[in-house]
């Protein structure tokens, strides 16, 4: 089935490290997105991608780093320089065109 | 700047009874207006858009919306309210002159449904 995939699910991290999280897509979309969702404040664009080997900084860029070496893969990396990690962070991709974002299941990052 | 308020934080229907989640926006050009719905720990997931035409939208599971310009609104309806309905939705706004060749999705806050047998 086509979709957006996510891993980890859920991902524990010691203070200090950086960790990378996986978003891989096979709906053959140009554009990929981050996102990072806290109760209560909605969902936070963080770096999106038109097209491969070309990234934008988001909102919420600081601390955060992305690749888009291939189509179909957007990996994030969450630093040591991000001060509030613990977060759900979530991965979209879409179409050329006005249309709809599709989504991953997310991944919830927690900071030990 | 654009923006996206949904005004309710949460909403509580009786089963049966017929249910709407408010959604007001503010973009410089003509907006393309999305709901997604999300359940406990999941990803969004597509509900309906209104990108031009008709102003009432049909989707998903038995949802619509009514696109309004005058008023900026873009509320989520549905006439029979199901106890499986319960979960966070969110309105977004997609602007063409912000970020990106087709703009970027721009989220409320979501409002949480709660529908009760």
């Known amino acids: 089935d086509g979709g957006i995939t996510q891993s980890p699910k859920y991902l524990f991290r010691k203070e200090g490290q950086n960790v990378t999280l996986s978003c891989e897509q096979n709906?053959?979309?140009?554009?990929m997105y981050w996102y990072r969702q806290d109760p209560g404040q909605g969902l936070r664009l963080i770096y999106y991608?038109?097209?491969?080997?070309?990234?934008q900084k988001g909102d919420i860029a600081e601390g955060y780093s992305v690749s888009r070496e291939k189509k179909e893969s957007f990996p994030l990396t969450v630093t040591s320089a991000q001060k509030n990690p613990t977060a759900f962070y979530l991965c979209?991709?879409?179409?050329?065109?006005?249309?709809?974002?599709?989504f991953g299941e997310g991944s919830r990052l927690t900071v030990l | 700047a654009q923006s996206v308020a949904q005004p309710e934080d949460q909403v509580n229907v009786a089963e049966g009874n017929p249910l709407t989640v408010k959604c007001t926006y503010s973009?410089?050009?003509?907006?393309?207006l999305f709901w997604y719905v999300q359940y406990p720990n999941r990803g969004l997931q597509f509900l309906l858009k209104?990108?031009?035409?008709?102003?009432l939208v049909k989707g998903s599971y038995g949802f619509e919306a009514e696109f309004n310009k005058s008023q900026t609104s873009f509320h989520l309806k549905k006439p029979s309210a199901l106890v499986s309905d319960s979960a966070l939705y969110f309105c977004?706004?997609?602007?063409?002159?912000?970020?990106?060749?087709?703009?970027?999705?721009?989220f409320g806050k979501g409002t949480k449904l709660s529908v009760k047998p």
């Open positions: 979209a991709s879409s179409a050329q065109g006005p249309g709809e974002l599709f």
């Open positions: 977004a706004v997609r602007d063409p002159n912000y970020g990106g060749s087709q703009g970027n999705l721009i």
């Open positions: 973009v410089s050009g003509n907006p393309y």
């Open positions: 209104y990108i031009t035409g008709d102003n």
């Open positions: 991608s038109q097209i491969v080997n070309d990234f």
């Open positions: 709906l053959n979309h140009d554009a």
